[in-house]
Every structure is written in structure tokens, then in C-alpha cells.
């Protein structure tokens, strides 16, 4: 079943609401909510715009195509996530927590329909794209790096103290969209892409890495632990595929030596590491509890702590914030905030048990094994970044997190 001539000419509105999407992430969590409804909006109802008229009518062509849905398995499998939260209905006792955490899942259970109706992105479509996200991260980045330059000493300090550099909105998922940023530029850079000139491939070659050597000055652990992840992830299979084991080898050590050579040369990549170990050290002398690298990993001890006293449904979706909050307060009373499982798989196994876990698991690696999707650079890059974020935040409890993901 083909979309109607009316998606298939609104094609154009659909590319701008995923720019609008991709750059929310970093921007806007208004224009983030904006820009799903709106491709909804394009689904559901068609609206036709001429010089002297407009109509406004529920779109029942289309339709049927949600139906498809059970064709697309790698879409399907995605409302799990949504699922996990509903059927944990007959856990909860804390029905306001409950259902926060139902609304935030619930682009998982909308989003797949959403490109099931909608009209297939052709290849250069899909690249234009993240040519839009490489700009966009460039352009912000040198916005990031100015105001540091021009607040130097103010911002090391800060950084000294646990406290991020400023970005336009969140930190964390800035520096995840960064190491996506790189994977996309490789991902360009192995397809010889352009838009329209041939030096553009030189442009992307020095954008991306211009992002690799930001996301350093940046100094967040998530995007740097994520970048690296995907760098050795991208290069053993370079080596298994190109069978070029001395240049994949040289390539690895490369990678391990720009940390080192980071810590020297870049303030404050060294000012965040001075901080980690600093905080590390308070920890280890029960001292942590004004650290936030203490917090999270008192919140990992705490989340173990639920996962084995409730191990087959846990405590329910909807009651681990109050668990979470019972159980800082009897074992770490010196903790002012109760911190949530920095830990995605632990937060799910905490709230839905190990039934839960193993549902959100094979919902989780189904996309990238389904027809061998890990084929492919972007795709298996992206995996890899979101993998290593899952196993240090909870990603995807958030309205930004999900639309990360």
C-alpha cells in the first residue's frame, strides 16, 4: 500500500519537521514536542493551503497504511518500550509517577506508526539529512567554543566544581548528538557524499573533525564514552571487513592515545578529570554525598538493591521513584536527592524485573539484527553510541532522551 499523492507531495514539510526534530534535541524540548505532533499532524489530517483558501480534513487515505504496521517488525518491536510501562498498571500504587513515565514512552508506541504511513526518505534524502545535523552541531559548537574562550577562567573553575560547560539547552544529550555528529560525518565521508559541489567533501571531512576535537573541549563523560565506544566499535569492523589489520590496528591505538594527549593539552578536558577523581576519592571516603559522581553511583547500589528484592516484575514502573526515595532515605540519609538509577537496563529491571528487562532487551537489539542492520556504518554507529548511554543514564525517561533516540 503506497502513501497518498498527498504525503508523497508534503514530502518537503516532512524533511523540515525531521531538521526541526534533530536540532530540538540540542535546542528546544518545546520545538521537540512540536515537531512529533506535527508529523502526526501531517498523518491524521490533511491540510491544503492556496492563495485564497485553506482546508482542514482528517486524512482517511492514508489510514489503512497504520494497519502495515505488522509488516515492519523493526517498527513494531519499538512499542514494547511503551508496553513494559502500560501493563505494569496492576504494580502501582503511585498513579502520578505511573503515568509521567506512560506519556514520556509514549512516541514509542506513536512514532512507528508514524513512518509507517509516511512516504520512504530516498538515500540522498536520509544523507541531506545529517549533512542538516553536521551543520547545525558546527555551527552551535563554534557558538559553545567562543563563549568559552571568552569566559576561560570562569568556566575551567566551574568545570573544576562538576558543573558542565554551557550549552544551549542539555549537556548530555549536546555531547550524544556530538559523537552521532562524527559517526555521520565518517558515515558521508564512506559515501563520497555531496549536495551539490564536490569540495563539499572536503567541508565535511573538516567539519567532522572539528566535531571529534570539540567533544573533547566539551569535556561530557556520556558523548566521550560514547564516542569511543562507536570509534573501536566502526574500526575492529573496518579490520574484519577490509581484512586491513595493520591500518585498523594503527587506527585503535590512535584512538587510545588522544585521550592522553587530550588531558595534556586541553584545559578542560583536564579540569573534568581533576573533578572525576577528586569526586572518586570522596566516595571512596564516605564523603560523597554533595558529589554528583557519588549520587550516581550510590543510585547503580540502590537500583541492585530493588532489582534483587524484587526479581521477576520488580517494583513496579510506576512505584521506583517511591522505592528509590524509601530506600536513600533508610541507607544513605546524607544524600539530599534521591537519584534514579544511572543505569537504563538497571531502571527497567528495577521497575519491571527481569520479565521486563528481557522484553526491553530483545526490543532494544531487534532493529540492529533484523536483515543484518549492523551492516551498515550509520546505523551500528548509532547503536553503539546509544548502548553506552543507556549503561550510563537513564536515556530514555526523559522527553529528550527519547527523541534522541
Not at 491524521?44 to 487515505?61: R, T
Not at 569540495?199 to 566535531?211: A, P, Q, S, Y
Not at 565506544?229 to 575492529?236: G, Q
Not at 554507529?381 to 548502548?387: A, D, K, P, Q
Request: glycine share 6%; hydrophobic share 55%; proline share 4%.
Amino acid at each position: 500500500m503506497k502513501p497518498t499523492k498527498f504525503l508523497i507531495e508534503n514530502r518537503h514539510f516532512l524533511l523540515t519537521f525531521c531538521c526541526v526534530l534533530m536540532a530540538s534535541v540540542a535546542y528546544s524540548p518545546f520545538m521537540l514536542s512540536f515537531s512529533m505532533f506535527a508529523f502526526a499532524f501531517l498523518v491524521l489530517l490533511q491540510l491544503k493551503v492556496g492563495i485564497w483558501h485553506f482546508s482542514l480534513k482528517p486524512n482517511y487515505e492514508d489510514a489503512p497504511r497504520l494497519l502495515t504496521i505488522f509488516k515492519y517488525p523493526s517498527f513494531l518491536v519499538i512499542s514494547l518500550f511503551f508496553f513494559i510501562v502500560l501493563l505494569s498498571f496492576w504494580q502501582a500504587y503511585d498513579y502520578d509517577y505511573w503515568l509521567a513515565r506512560l506519556r514520556i514512552k509514549i512516541p514509542f508506541l506513536v512514532f512507528p506508526l508514524m513512518f509507517v504511513a509516511l512516504p520512504g526518505f530516498s538515500k540522498k534524502e536520509i544523507q541531506g539529512l545529517f549533512y542538516f545535523l553536521i551543520l547545525a552541531l558546527f555551527v552551535t559548537s563554534l557558538g559553545v567554543g567562543v563563549n568559552y574562550l571568552l569566559h576561560f577562567e570562569e568556566i575551567n573553575e566551574l568545570l573544576k566544581q562538576g558543573q558542565p560547560m554551557p550549552t544551549p539547552h542539555n549537556h548530555i544529550r549536546f555531547s550524544l548528538l556530538l559523537a552521532l555528529g562524527v559517526v555521520a560525518g565518517i558515515y558521508l565521508i564512506e559515501e563520497g557524499f555531496y549536495w551539490r559541489y564536490t569540495w563539499e567533501k572536503r567541508f565535511i571531512l573538516f567539519i567532522t573533525l572539528f566535531l571529534f576535537f570539540f567533544i573533547h573541549l566539551l569535556s561530557v563523560r556520556s558523548g566521550l564514552l560514547s564516542l569511543y565506544a562507536v570509534l573501536v566499535v566502526l574500526a575492529f569492523r573496518y579490520i574484519l571487513i577490509k581484512k586491513r589489520y595493520l591500518l585498523g590496528l594503527i587506527f585503535v591505538g590512535i584512538i587510545v592515545l588522544v585521550p592522553v594527549a587530550a588531558y595534556h593539552w586541553v584545559p578542560s578536558f583536564k579540569s573534568k578529570v581533576a573533578y572525576m577523581k577528586y569526586d572518586y576519592y570522596m566516595y571512596n571516603k564516605g564523603e560523597g554525598e554533595l558529589y554528583a559522581d557519588s549520587g550516581r553511583l550510590v543510585s547503580i547500589k540502590v537500583g541492585l538493591d530493588i532489582a534483587r528484592r524484587y526479581p521477576w516484575f520488580g517494583v513496579g514502573a510506576g512505584n521506583l521513584k517511591a522505592e528509590v526515595k524509601r530506600v536513600f532515605a533508610e541507607d544513605y540519609p546524607g544524600f539530599e536527592e534521591a537519584h534514579m538509577p544511572h543505569n537504563q537496563f538497571l531502571f527497567v529491571a528495577a521497575g519491571s524485573g527481569i520479565i521486563g528487562l528481557l522484553i526491553f532487551l530483545f526490543a532494544f537489539f531487534f532493529p540492529l539484527f533484523y536483515k543484518k542492520n549492523y551492516r551498515h556504518t550509520l546505523f551500528l554507529g548509532f547503536y553503539s553510541i546509544i548502548f553506552v548511554a543507556f549503561m550510563i543514564e537513564h536515556s530514555i525517561e526523559n522527553s529528550i532522551g527519547v527523541g534522541f533516540y
